[in-house]
């Protein structure tokens, strides 16, 4: 099966898109390189395009004869997502009604959505069911859910069978330490702690401390990118009879901000300088998914459950570039 990978320099789809050639599909790279790197994806085929070049797009799909489209191209960062709102509805949605357009137009059936657990906004209960109230508390998690309608309602038409999957947070190294993650600016917990104990960053900044927790710090859901892109590979199979599927993907346990600050110590043999900052706005004490229902229903089993083996993996990848992709 012919694969098109919307988004696939990036850090999960480039994960993906090697996962997916290990599996004999055959992926095709569909990328503008605004965010991603060509380096990551080096040994696969690259069309390099916007989701907003219909012409492209649809030629892709024709003279590629793809069979299948997993969507990881969107705008991630939610702070950004307050300050340039309607940047992220164009990106987000427009761009991806495009992109299913262009599918419906050529026949190309199946879909593989790249949501995630934003669209809960303050959940109601952790861990956190599927059936939780969609209630996103930043235009990010919003144009997410408005991805997931425009494509309920695309699937009632018979058209269109796909896989919305709810992520936590991915984190790791894919491949053995080789692929790892590369954003810039880079928000995320785990890299920006590697960042300190490899002497880049001046400090590590906990926002909080006072959180009803064990320590006093943030919970959250990490879950390694092989384990995410796994069950993206489990529920793109699904699709073959199904036409519906929403999953949360997580670890299901949590891990506080400072365990994740101690286990980049004791991975990497590096002391830090860790800072105690107020809290953030917005921030739940505690975030962790119940992935029960993918653990059933796609017989998906996570292979990097401790956070020790995740970070080793990070940490393995940041240590052998320094400098991130060089492209």
């Not at 006072?210 to 489990?234: K, M, N, Q, V």
């Not at 975030?287 to 017989?299: C, G, R, V």
Request: hydrophobic fraction near 35%; charged fraction near 25%.
């Amino acid at each position: 099966m012919k694969v098109l990978v919307c988004g696939g320099a990036g850090y999960i789809g480039s994960n993906m898109t090697y996962i997916l050639a290990e599996n004999d599909y055959e992926p095709i790279v569909y990328d503008n390189l605004s965010k991603g790197h060509a380096s990551a994806i080096k040994k696969f085929e690259l069309v390099r395009g916007d989701l907003a070049d219909t012409e492209l797009l649809e030629k892709t799909l024709a003279e590629k004869k793809i069979e299948a489209v997993m969507h990881f191209a969107a705008f991630i960062e939610v702070g950004e997502s307050m300050q340039n709102p309607l940047e992220f509805y164009r990106n987000n949605v427009s761009n991806t009604q495009n992109l299913l357009s262009a599918m419906e137009k050529c026949g190309v059936g199946k879909f593989v959505f790249s949501s995630t657990a934003a669209v809960y906004g303050m959940p109601d209960a952790v861990p956190i069911i599927e059936e939780l109230p969609k209630q996103a508390i930043n235009s990010y998690g919003e144009t997410k859910w408005a991805v997931e309608r425009m494509c309920h309602f695309q699937s009632l038409t018979g058209r269109l069978n796909y896989a919305a999957l709810r992520y936590f947070n991915a984190c790791g190294a894919g491949q053995n330490g080789t692929i790892g993650e590369d954003h810039s600016p880079e928000s995320h917990l785990i890299p920006l702690i590697i960042a300190a104990a490899m002497g880049k960053r001046e400090d590590v900044k906990i926002f909080g401390n006072d959180y009803p927790t064990p320590d006093g710090t943030c919970i959250r859901d990490y879950i390694h990118i092989e384990d995410l892109c796994s069950a993206h590979l489990l529920a793109l199979q699904k699709l073959d009879s199904q036409s519906e599927l929403l999953y949360n993907l997580g670890n299901g346990k949590g891990y506080s901000v400072s365990q994740v600050i101690e286990t980049v110590k004791r991975v990497s043999g590096k002391d830090f300088k860790v800072t105690a900052s107020p809290r953030r706005p917005g921030d739940p004490p505690v975030l962790t998914a119940d992935a029960t229902k993918a653990i059933k229903e796609l017989n998906w089993q996570v292979k990097y459950p401790e956070l020790e083996k995740i970070v080793e993996t990070a940490w393995k990848w940041h240590s052998e570039n320094p400098d991130g992709y060089v492209d």
